[in-house]
Structure formats: structure tokens, C-alpha cells
Nanobody, 123 residues
Framework: QLQASGGGLVQPGGSLRLSCAASGFTFDDSAIAWFRQAPGKDREGVSCISSSGTSTDYADSVKGRFTISRDNAQNTVYMQMNSLRLEDTAIYYC??????????????????WGQGTQVTVSS
């Protein structure tokens, strides 16, 4: 089970930190990714972190602004989102990942989804 939290309403240029708490599986064997879906748009991968936390990757749209991290002792993945833009508005989901965790290798494949958290960027 995965539970995302930390969303909210923020002004452009602001920051939020999302959390993804995991239970019921071997967390430190699993790569985890964040995805988002805005109204009327397809779901897109945002960031991914390897099981050990030593490797991370980001979609071009968030590179340099978002940072994914994990605490395997707490079974939690985080995503720090800075310099938020209007176009970052979406429901954000975390998911376990099958296969690679690198956007350059193609789409990242989610396996188990968590409940999403709404992020709204608005002035």
C-alpha cells in the first residue's frame, strides 16, 4: 500500500514537499516513481528513485526544480517541489516501478499505485 500526502494550494514560485508512505511490501527492494495527471491530460511520469536511493531521474519538465529522495528506515519517499508553476497543477501519485527507473530509456512502468494528492498552483 502506498499513501501520498503533502499536496495543497500554493502560489507560483512556491514550494511543497510530497510524501509517499509505504507498507505491506519490501520497500527497500522497490524503485518508486511519482506520476501526475492534470485534468484532460494523460498521466505523466515526473521522477523516479532506485531502491537504494543512489539513482534518480526526472522528466525534463521538472528537472532542476523537483528533487526525489527516500528514507528506507521510514518506508517513505519524498518529492521536494520548488519554483512551482501553474502547469504543475495536477493530482500526484506515487507507485512502485517495474523495470528501469530512467526516463531516457523510455516510459517508466508503474505497478502498484497509491492514492493521489492534489497540488494546485494558482495566484
Amino acid at each position: 500500500q502506498l499513501q501520498a500526502s503533502g499536496g495543497g494550494l500554493v502560489q507560483p514560485g512556491g514550494s511543497l514537499r510530497l510524501s509517499c508512505a509505504a507498507s505491506g511490501f519490501t520497500f527497500d527492494d522497490s524503485a518508486i516513481a511519482w506520476f501526475r495527471q492534470a485534468p484532460g491530460k494523460d498521466r505523466e511520469g515526473v521522477s523516479c528513485i532506485s531502491s537504494s536511493g543512489t539513482s534518480t531521474d526526472y522528466a525534463d519538465s521538472v528537472k532542476g526544480r523537483f528533487t526525489i529522495s527516500r528514507d528506507n528506515a521510514q518506508n517513505t519517499v519524498y518529492m521536494q517541489m520548488n519554483s512551482l508553476r501553474l502547469e504543475d497543477t495536477a493530482i500526484y501519485y506515487c507507485a512502485t516501478v517495474a523495470g528501469h527507473c530512467a526516463f531516457t530509456l523510455g516510459p517508466i512502468t508503474p505497478v502498484y499505485w497509491g492514492q493521489g494528492t492534489q497540488v494546485t498552483v494558482s495566484s
